[in-house]
Nanobody, 124 residues
């Protein structure tokens, strides 16, 4: 089971990026997906999450600028980031509640897997 992020890079303030996350491996089901970020010297924070049926949730600081989406057929999760600010500079991680084939997963229990992250740097 693997989550791989892509789409990060260096961008000027006010610009946009689209981060992608592909989930692969022998998986029975994919539940909630989320994007987190960790800025240098700060704790990791959740920025957005999405349920399998498309319900979304955002942290207040990004609500008007970030859009999370998913393509269940392709096992893809996206994070569209608009109006980037220097404060958005961080490593962005994709996380998913996955049920790997061959494992026991009790109803209501979430098992979170993480990608390696993709770095976003916003210059002023």
């Amino acid at each position: 089971v693997q989550l791989v992020e892509s789409g990060g890079g260096l961008v000027q303030a006010g610009g946009s990026l689209r981060l992608s996350c592909v989930t692969s491996g022998n998986i029975i089901s994919i539940g909630d997906m989320g994007w987190y970020r960790r800025a240098s010297g700060k704790q990791r924070e959740r920025v957005a999450s999405i349920t399998p049926d498309g319900r979304t949730n955002y942290t207040d600081s990004v609500k008007d600028r970030f859009t999370i989406s998913r393509d269940n057929a392709k096992n893809m999760t996206y994070l569209q980031i608009d109006s980037l600010k220097p404060l958005d500079t961080a490593v962005y991680y994709c996380s998913g509640d996955l049920w790997p084939l061959g494992t026991i997963k009790r109803p209501g229990v979430k098992i979170w897997f993480w990608g390696q992250g993709t770095e976003v740097t916003v210059s002023s």
